[in-house]
């Protein structure tokens, strides 16, 4: 190999040269570059890298808030927050978790159901997180818990708040009840609050609990907490309290509402109380009802197979849920239609031989042999079925449709409840669009006396009674005030009905309950300051066949429970001062005479503010009514047994 000359060793010291100059300087502006760039990162984004890494050490959570409380018109708690003590256990400090339940168990009664929840989230959560073990544990049980919580890693006795029904059946139907959030009740909502996706936290579910969740609920607070790489809280820094949920005053009267749902005792019925004037609602009873405090947690299997396999039907709301047929209830509508109509007057009569033959077609009355001749206020007094057959024929159910719509029914009424019914107010239109079918002189017939095609709940029949004791366009009104401040109270106005034609009704009804020969008159209220007026109806849920009418109508004390006719009764009282009206339906109680008294004596509690006088009663039943008070009295929280005449 040729040693290399001079020239080309300058040329080739010259290249390394060069390349050296080139690599270094290239180094040389990385390294400025570098340098720019941690300066840029450390100094002028400093305050924002700086926020990052806060943010992955620092965890906001929410703090539940205390759910509003739900109160009677006179300050008495219907629902509240209690104190609810409850174990749990954070399976990574815990060690042996079997171990720790074990010794858990000999300080708390473990509930299995409870227990294999519990291990069944500690399997999906992260160790750290803490898992309720025991729920509703009583004071002296996480008190136990609390002293021996050396010996058991990982468990921790804790305070919390949940709902409490006091009076618990008594306003079931009304207030509905909470419960924990399921996967459901988020898919019915489009923007879920994230305070609704905290493990175990209750909203409402039915009733006003359910419709007025937004107001009840409140607004979270959150706390700060410090958590390290894993999202183990480490300690919290700061917190911030929510609001606590609307307070929420009812119409209701609390000892009225106790004593209706007492009165109605075992029956499959509802009864409404409303204020004639301010159409509050001071009661909303339906029966039987059933123990709210059940759902809170989670209702078992059996609890609920309970509540669902009676055919009582415990929990539906029939005082606004239940539609049923209004019987003579609604012959006001159909007298008041005529009267309107100009086909009538106050003293025409009509002759009943006890059926009308109609369209080939025989419609009997009530009352076989017939009632003769009967004018207006005779017809209602004695329920005369033919009399009104007759008014319908000439007035056409149209007139009737609108009579019944002026006075509430086929109405919707805008209630916090659930499932509040609309009925059904048919016409001639309603029959065409609906089931596809020509309306025939026979759907009058049975319309006029409450039948056929009409519907009604016990709440519509309640505001009916109350528009035909005053004459105006009553609403009824289940919120009485939102956190202290009352809910607007507008004057209703005036139904469009001659005030005489009303009059004329209104003397029926009177005479229904105060006329020898009225149907309601053996159940009549006696003090005169206190006298009502009212309409007894029955409504069939059974076809009579002509063979069976041949032989003698099956009595429904005879029937099956189920075939039995409805019961139901409508008054408002005092008559010369109308202060409430009254709506009571039994269902298969085989006639209005188990509606009557129940309607009765629940208009009784309500004038008296309390149990009446035996005084206020007939005679003949003072002596069975005082035996009733008595029991009656055992049955309704916070009722200070009175004696008043007894005479």
């Known amino acids: 190999m040729r040693n290399k000359t001079p020239t080309e060793v300058t040329e080739i010291h010259t290249r390394l040269s060069r390349r050296a100059l080139l690599l270094g300087g290239t180094m040389l502006a990385f390294m400025t570059g570098l340098g720019f760039r941690m300066r840029h990162l450390q100094l002028d984004q400093a305050d924002q890298y700086r926020l990052l890494a806060e943010e992955n050490r620092i965890n906001i959570r929410l ?142 579910k039915v009733g006003l609990e359910g419709r007025m969740e937004d107001d009840l609920r409140g607004v979270a607070g959150t706390k700060r907490v410090e958590v390290n790489a894993v999202g183990r809280i480490m300690r919290e820094l700061d917190r911030r309290e929510g609001e606590q949920g609307d307070d929420i005053q009812l119409t209701i009267d609390q000892q009225l509402q106790s004593y209706a749902q007492a009165r109605l005792g075992d029956e499959s019925a509802a009864a409404v109380v409303m204020d004639c004037e301010t159409g509050d609602l001071l009661a909303v009873a339906s029966a039987p009802t059933f123990d709210p405090n059940l759902f809170v947690e989670g209702i078992s299997v059996a609890d609920y197979g309970d509540l669902t396999n009676n055919d009582h039907r415990p929990l539906a709301a029939k005082s606004v849920q239940g539609t049923y047929p209004p019987g003579s209830t609604f012959k006001m509508i159909t007298a008041l239609a005529a009267l309107e109509a100009g086909v009538v007057g106050y003293d025409d009569t009509v002759y009943c031989p006890g059926h009308m033959e109609i369209s080939n077609r025989r419609f009997h009355c009530w009352k076989r042999g017939g009632h003769g001749q009967m004018n ?141 020969r009225g149907t309601a008159y053996s159940k009549r209220i006696i003090e005169d300051q206190y006298r009502m007026a009212g309409k007894t109806g029955t409504s069939q849920v059974r076809n009579i066949t002509a063979a069976e009418r041949a032989r003698g109508v099956t009595r429904n004390e005879d029937l099956p429970w189920n075939r039995r006719d409805h019961g139901l009764f409508v008054n408002y009282a005092p008559f010369e001062n109308p202060k409430i009206a009254v709506a009571v339906v039994v269902e298969h109680g085989s006639g209005s005479k188990a509606a009557t008294p129940i309607g009765r004596d629940i208009t009784l509690q309500a004038l008296y503010g309390g149990t009446p006088p035996l005084s206020a009663y007939p005679t003949k039943d003072r002596n069975r009514i005082e035996k009733q008070q008595e029991e009656l009295e055992k049955l309704v929280p916070g009722r200070e047994i009175t004696r008043r005449n007894r005479a």
């Not at 739900?70 to 003590?85: H, K, M, Q, T, W």
């Not at 019944?404 to 029959?431: C, H, M, T, Y």
Request: charged share 25%; hydrophobic share 40%; with cysteine.
């Open 63 to 204: 703090i539940p808030p205390a759910r509003g409380e739900i109160f009677d018109r006179n300050g008495i708690v219907l629902a509240r927050n209690e104190p609810s003590y409850r174990v749990t256990l954070v399976p990574e400090d815990a060690g042996n978790v079997d171990a720790v339940i074990d010794k858990l168990a000999t300080l708390v009664e473990l509930d299995p159901n409870e227990l294999d929840r519990a291990v069944t989230e500690m399997r999906r959560s992260p160790p750290f997180l803490p898992v309720t073990i025991a729920d509703r544990v009583s004071w002296d049980e996480l008190s136990r818990v609390a002293v021996n919580t050396p010996a058991l890693p990982g468990i921790t006795p804790e305070v919390g708040l949940s709902r409490y029904y006091p009076l618990r059946g008594d306003l079931a139907h009304v207030l509905g009840y909470v419960g924990p959030v399921s996967d459901y009740d988020l898919s019915k909502i489009d923007d879920p609050d994230q305070l609704l996706r905290i493990p175990r936290f209750q909203i409402g």
């Open 376 to 516: 207006l206020v005779q017809a209602l007094r004695e329920s005369c079925d033919v009399y009104f057959y007759d008014l319908a024929l000439q007035v056409g159910i149209d007139k009737m449709s609108t009579i019944a719509a002026q006075f509430g029914i086929g109405e919707k009424f805008d209630l916090p409840l659930s499932g509040v019914a609309r009925g059904l107010n048919p016409s001639r239109d309603w029959k065409s669009s609906v089931r596809g079918e020509d309306w025939v002189v026979g759907d009058t017939a049975n319309a006029s006396i409450g039948q056929g095609f009409v519907l009604a709940s016990p709440l519509q029949l309640a505001v009916m009674t109350a528009r035909l004791a005053t004459g105006k366009a009553v609403p009824p009104r289940l919120v009485k005030s939102i956190n202290g401040v009352d809910q607007p109270l507008p004057e209703p106005p005036r139904l469009d009905i001659s005030p005489t034609h009303l009059a004329e009704v209104q003397r029926g009804m009177y005479a229904v309950s105060n006329h020898r």
